[in-house]
Nanobody, 125 residues
Framework: QVQLLESGGGSVQAGGSLRLSCVVS????????LAWFRQAPGKEREGVAV????????YYADSVKGRFTISRDNAKNTLYLQMNSLKPEDTAMYYC??????????????????WGQGTQVTVSS
């Protein structure tokens, strides 16, 4: 079993920055993928950024490339999402996802076995 706890959301003006954190506890899987997804009101949950536990390869949605950075601190069992140059369209609830013991369909919401409760990000113009 894995537990995820996000923090770091808030309200910021366009052009500002936020850093989200997700503390991961429970069983450790060596080949998992960790991801940040987001969901705006009335929209589907969409993938934002993914990192492979094995090797650290990162992947980004086109909408956030060059602005967001996903990283992890293994010593702290924490996943991060550094968000710069925020736009109003980045407003959403942000969720941390964990894929369990393997990593394949990284952009499919249903692929992830564990989720945190979410943290709200609001960007005003």
């Amino acid at each position: 079993q894995v537990q995820l706890l996000e923090s770091g959301g808030g309200s910021v003006q366009a052009g500002g920055s936020l850093r989200l954190s997700c503390v991961v506890s429970g069983y450790t899987y060596s080949r998992t993928c960790l991801a940040w997804f987001r969901q705006a009101p009335g929209k589907e949950r969409e993938g934002v950024a993914v990192i492979r536990a094995e090797g650290g390869t990162t992947y980004y949605a086109d909408s956030v490339k060059g602005r967001f950075t996903i990283s992890r601190d293994n010593a702290k069992n924490t996943l991060y999402l550094q968000m710069n140059s925020l736009k109003p369209e980045d407003t959403a609830m942000y969720y941390c996802g964990h894929s369990g013991d393997f990593c394949s369909s990284i952009w499919q919401r249903s692929f992830y076995r564990y989720w945190g409760q979410g943290t709200q990000v609001t960007v005003s113009s």
